[in-house]
């Protein structure tokens, strides 16, 4: 299995919902990532967890939680989220040290 | 001035035509990554790189370590090649698994 698999696809959550990204890779990659991508704009840092242990947080508001409960998924959860949440989420891996990146086809989600 | 740069940032072409596309970066790296994203589509990665030159069917990846600068080529060009193409750099140490992205090249090509 070389891939990165995201879920959902597409989701659309209004403000006060409560729901959850999932991320999942059976590669044996160390370093997991999740990325905010904007529409004709690079993507953007999020987190980085390495050896299951939160690495980097690139000052994301707090209404983005991410978890990684096991050396294969990482989760984001999402909670009252503004319009401006409205984006491409992408989860990437890599064998830590070692590049080698391998992306997720992404979750469009939109906010209202 | 950002680390990385690509160019050109749009590119048309004919179908059949050679590609190339530049990116020049201003840090030390320990790879450089090739990558290729569709319209509303997650991303794929093409090659990665820390010396030489990569080939892959239709595309060809180089780096010039001491000029800090990569062009990655695409031959035969066909109009599935559409999709934004977008240099990421990796660094050392704790940082040699974050990518600094550049702003991608939009390419298009024409039937």
């Known amino acids: 299995d070389t891939e990165v698999t995201q879920t959902p696809k597409h989701l659309v959550m209004g403000m006060t919902n409560k729901k959850s990204l999932k991320c999942e890779q059976h590669?044996?990659?160390?370093?997991m990532y999740w990325y905010k991508q904007k529409a004709k704009k690079p993507p953007e840092l999020m987190f980085v967890y390495s050896y299951e242990k939160l690495s980097i947080n690139e000052s994301v508001p707090s209404r983005f939680s991410p978890e990684c409960p096991n050396s294969s998924l990482l989760n984001l959860h999402l909670h009252a989220l503004q319009p401006e949440d409205s984006a491409l989420y992408l989860c990437?891996?890599?064998?830590?040290?070692?590049?080698?990146?391998?992306f997720g086809s992404g979750t469009r989600l939109t906010v209202v | 001035k950002n680390e990385v740069e690509q160019s050109p940032q749009n590119l048309t072409a004919q179908e059949g035509e050679f590609i190339t596309i530049n990116c020049s970066y201003s840090?030390?790296?320990?790879?450089l990554h090739w990558l290729q994203q569709h319209p509303g589509g997650g991303i794929v990665s093409l090659f990665m790189?820390?010396?030489g030159k990569k080939k892959h069917g239709r595309l060809i990846a180089t780096i010039n370590i001491q000029e800090k600068h990569s062009s990655l080529h695409i031959t035969a060009s066909h109009p599935r090649d559409s999709a934004v193409y977008i240099c990421a750099v990796a660094g050392y140490g704790g940082s040699q698994g974050n990518l600094i992205f550049g702003k991608g090249t939009k390419l298009s090509v024409k039937p």
């Open positions: 840090v030390g790296i320990s790879a």
């Open positions: 590669m044996g990659h160390r370093a």
């Open positions: 790189l820390s010396s």
């Open positions: 990437a891996s890599s064998p830590r040290g070692r590049g080698g990146y391998t």
